[in-house]
C-alpha cells in the first residue's frame, strides 16, 4: 500500500485560478500589513512619550478616587488622591520623577506653554496640596472641594495648552 489521501484522490482545487488568486490576495495584504506594522514603531518604546500621553487619563482617574473620598470627607486620603493625581500628571508630561515636581521646574520646563495666570493657579494649587498633606489645619469640605475644582482645572488647561508649545523641554 502506498500513502496517499484519505478519500483517494487529490482535491483539485489547488489547480483552479480562484485558489491562487486568493492566496496571492493573502500574502500581499500580509505583506503590506506588516510593512506597515514596522513602519509606524512600537509606541511603547519610547516610555517618556508613552506616559507623556497616557499623563491625562492616569490624572483623571486619580482626581476621580479623589472624589469619592471627598464625599466620604475622608481628609488624608484625598490630600494623597489629588497629590499623586497632580504631581503624576506633571511628572509624566515633564518626563521628570515625581519628587522633582515643582512650581520653578514647571516654570522652566513649560516655558511659554503657559500663561502667567495659569502658571499662578499651578503655584497655588501646589502650595495648597502641600499646605493640606502636611499642615496641621483641619481642610473644611468646601475647601477640599475648592482644590479639587483647581487641580481639575490646572491639569485640563495645562493640557490644552501643551500642544500649542510643541515638545514640552
Known amino acids: 500500500k502506498t500513502l496517499g489521501p484519505i478519500g483517494g ?3 483539485d482545487y489547488p489547480r483552479k485560478t480562484l485558489y491562487w488568486i486568493l492566496n496571492v490576495l493573502l500574502l500581499i ?19 517618556k512619550l508613552s506616559r507623556s500621553r497616557q499623563s491625562h487619563r492616569f490624572a483623571k482617574r486619580k482626581l476621580k478616587a ?33 519628587q522633582a515636581v515643582s512650581a520653578d521646574l514647571i516654570d522652566e520646563k513649560a ?7 495659569e502658571f499662578n493657579r ?12 502636611f499642615g496641621h489645619g483641619q481642610a473644611g469640605l468646601e ?3 475648592e ?10 488647561d495645562f493640557e490644552k495648552a501643551a500642544p500649542k508649545a510643541g515638545k514640552i523641554k
Open 9 to 11: 484522490a487529490l482535491p
Open 29 to 47: 495584504s500580509w505583506a503590506g500589513v506588516s510593512v506597515a506594522a514596522s513602519r509606524r514603531g512600537d509606541p511603547f518604546q519610547d516610555v
Open 66 to 98: 479623589a472624589s469619592k473620598v471627598l464625599k466620604e470627607d475622608k481628609r488624608e486620603i484625598f490630600f494623597a488622591e489629588i497629590s499623586k493625581a497632580v504631581y503624576g500628571y506633571f511628572s509624566d508630561k515633564l518626563g521628570i520623577t515625581t
Open 111 to 117: 516655558g511659554e506653554a503657559i500663561s502667567p495666570e
Open 122 to 133: 499651578i503655584r497655588m494649587l501646589l502650595d495648597k496640596l502641600a499646605l493640606g498633606r
Open 143 to 145: 475647601e477640599m472641594k
Open 147 to 156: 482644590i479639587y475644582l483647581m487641580a481639575d482645572q490646572v491639569i485640563t
